[in-house]
DNA sequence: TTACGCAATTCAATCGATTGAACCAATGCG
DNA sequence: CGCATTGGTTCAATCGATTGAATTGCGTAA
């Protein structure tokens, strides 16, 4: 069955030299339309595929990007996934992908080996804790002005583009729509200190909460993992106290569907006894049970951007770094409402 | 800043040729040790990067494994590639990754493109539709034994393994379970002619109602896209029709997320008015409200399996194609209970 | 001393595509 | 008719790593 035909098979078939099939393939005008017909056709006939390991020893470019997420069990970010694979395949690029899974290690041994592969550029979401160097120092200083695009979480003091959700103006927008329905004992559940995505939000529930005039205790601020599981345990918790809130705003949507499973074994109504809110705004929050009101992080349009600010850097752009911050949008559904009246 | 190092670069810091710095930094007995660890420490000093254009031009593999899924949007195949991924990860093989997002001509391109790329295997959820020379076909006569796998759906007829779940035994327990709890109105809602998994599942549940004396006309079976509206807007038809079912097979989980949402507007509570399955227990399932019963589909098992046979292939095992079935489990969870008494 | 074996290293060809320079023939123009 | 042009194609070097064969140097047995 022979081996792979290679531009020199061709050549031989059609009786021109590696050169002008090289041309021909590629369209290059300069060759003429017959000559290109013909080693066209040949190609096709004679199977020819592509070596972009040639192609890209020589030109330096192998045509891949690289893109590492770090949590695929969240919906959250595989749209991410989604809207990036289509805009890099339009463009005519295949997407080396990883999953860092919130290891640093793992998240430094893709870097490394993606730029093995030669790939074009990177966008990362990067791994909770991420720091600087852990970016820059397996890429080497070889790659100074290798493109990196960081998005939906902020590193700071990097020399990248980021593109992240105005989480400050999220929670913003929950709170002032849960504190015109009469709500004043909140709750804040989820996130931490590690990416700066749970750092804006919670720090904005805060400022919200002092300028509202409220305190922020101990009772008031619940760390934890982005899961179900960790949602449904909270609000069984929160149960146990003894003056449980009337608002529980949620780090994620994942969050807060574990809320919602727990209000529903206990009896209780989200939008009517209790408000649950969410953030990101995942497909499934408009059919919770009740439907999630949320705050909707345009992912769309962050991949969309962030392809964008890759590709021009891959093209030779060297401005300085931009810090993209996308606005995101109040989606009122049915698990906030106003306020129970208190029973004393 | 100079070049990227390379080879050269190392040897003519150390003092040796090319070759002895190659095989040093394999680990290839042949050099001494010395010398290795001058080579070594240099090539990290120096900052080497690896580069897999070269080697893969002269070796012929590089090094990476393309997969390609149909639908981020349905987390039940994201969990594969989450499984994939590490397993790739640890054997030293980055991913290429595609999302055909069920189009054959994108599935076609993202064969053609793995192949360009010098990929050594491929993992494939074939699009709905697929046909045998969809996937023989791109990759050309040259590639008779290209490593392929297939997981989730089966394509009849193929010269590759198949790693798929035993979708007629997880019908099957669902059936039996709602049976016994006294149904015996049924729905099936979701799936099509297109996959093998809805014809299996669909197939399955058609036979076990036959074989439980019970008919299956036009108001048994509809048909739809795997998407939480249908399940919502098809609850909501199905409550307009004289004598709506007692017990409603989903074809996947995602569909019965919106079975429950519908039911939740209207206050049927599932698991006593109405009973709901999904189907592949994602994540969420126990979490909706209630907790969704359903068939737990090993992703985990059903994407290590795939991963050795792949391996197994790459390593240039030609035995005949494998056909593996992996069982599922049920999982009862509340949203299945006893049959309503029939008000008549 | 010669020859041999062995370890360590080098030589040199190779993988397949790309590309700037060179070449050739035909045409146009003065 | 000679010279410049240009369209079409070829030449030849190049990218960086790999590898089977060849070479070198050295100790040791004959």
Redesign the interface.
């Known amino acids: 069955?022979?081996?792979?035909?290679t531009l020199k098979t061709i050549a031989e078939e059609v009786g021109v030299t590696v050169s002008a099939v090289s041309l021909a393939l590629r369209d290059d005008p300069r060759i003429s339309v017959a000559t290109r017909e013909r080693i066209q056709r040949s190609a096709a006939t004679l199977?020819y595929?592509?070596?972009?390991?040639?192609a890209?020893?020589r030109r330096g470019d192998?045509g891949?990007v690289a893109?590492c997420l770090n949590d695929?069990?969240n919906?959250f970010f595989?749209?991410f996934?989604?809207h990036m694979?289509?805009r890099f395949?339009e463009a005519g690029r295949?997407?080396?992908?990883?999953?860092a899974?919130e290891s640093l290690d793992?998240q430094a041994?893709?870097i490394?080996?993606?730029?093995?592969?030669?790939a074009a550029g990177l966008i990362l979401i990067p791994v909770a804790g991420t720091r600087r160097d852990d970016i820059a120092g397996e890429r080497?200083?070889?790659?100074?002005n290798f493109p990196v695009v960081l998005i939906s979480r902020d590193v700071e003091q990097t020399p990248y583009d980021r593109v992240i959700n105005d989480d400050a103006l999220g929670v913003q927008l929950l709170f002032d729509h849960l504190y015109g329905l009469g709500h004043r004992r909140f709750v804040w559940l989820g996130g931490g200190k590690e990416t700066s995505t749970a750092r804006d939000r919670e720090r904005a529930f805060i400022e919200a909460m002092r300028a509202a005039g409220l305190s922020v205790d101990d009772e008031t601020i619940h760390h934890g993992p982005t899961s179900?599981?960790f949602?449904?345990t909270m609000l069984e918790r929160l149960l146990g106290t003894g003056e449980p809130p009337t608002a529980v705003l949620c780090f994620s949507d994942v969050i807060a569907?574990?809320v919602?499973?727990a209000?529903?074994?206990h009896g209780l109504r989200p939008g009517v006894d209790l408000s649950v809110t969410g953030f990101d705004d995942m497909?499934?929050a408009?059919?919770?049970?009740?439907?999630l009101t949320s705050v909707r992080v345009r992912t769309d349009r962050i991949g969309q951007r962030a392809s964008e600010l890759l590709g021009a850097r891959m093209a030779g752009d060297r401005r300085p770094p931009e810090r993209v911050v996308m606005p995101p949008e109040l989606v009122v559904r049915d698990s906030s409402g106003p306020a129970p009246v208190t029973r004393r």
């Open positions: 069955m022979g081996r792979r035909p199977g595929v592509y070596n972009r390991h040639a890209g020893l192998s891949t893109v695929l069990s919906p595989t749209e996934l989604g694979e289509a395949r295949m997407m080396l992908f990883g999953h899974n793992v041994q893709f490394r080996q993606m730029v093995e592969h030669g080497a200083r070889h790659l100074e179900l599981a949602g449904d569907f574990g919602l499973a209000c529903y074994r497909g499934a408009a059919y919770s049970s009740p439907a």
